[in-house]
């Protein structure tokens, strides 16, 4: 059983910036691709970022330009650097991989942008 341990989330003002962090116990070079997606309250789960094992990467429109997504292959983890953040980033983000087992998802860890 893969699993997937996010930290990093937090209340943060408008503007303001945050760093999720995702970290597994086995080799992530194991894994087609990995992301993040999010929940926001009375929505459905979305894509925010995702990054294949060739490295590449895709954004939703509307967190292009603010967060970047990255990885650790040393120390198992894969990163998302929100900058810029604004009241609607408000939800739940989930570390999500997939492999040829399928798909794998971590706990969530909630993120609130609010003054």
């Known amino acids: 059983q893969v699993q997937l341990v996010e930290s990093g989330g937090g209340l943060v003002q408008p503007g303001g910036s945050l760093r999720l962090s995702c970290t597994t116990a086995?080799?992530?070079?194991?894994?087609?691709?990995m992301g993040w997606y999010r929940q926001a309250p009375g929505k459905e789960r979305e894509l925010v970022a995702s990054?294949?094992?060739?490295?590449?990467?895709s954004y939703a429109d509307a967190v292009k330009g603010r967060f970047t997504i990255s990885r650790d292959y040393a120390m198992n983890s894969q990163y998302l650097q929100m900058t810029d953040l604004k009241p609607e980033d408000t939800g739940v983000y989930y570390c999500?991989?997939?492999?040829?087992?399928?798909?794998?998802w971590g706990q969530g860890t909630q993120v609130t942008v609010s003054s």
């Open positions: 999500h991989a997939r492999k040829s087992q399928g798909d794998f």
């Open positions: 086995i080799s992530i070079f194991s894994f087609d691709v």
């Open positions: 990054m294949t094992s060739r490295t590449s990467m």
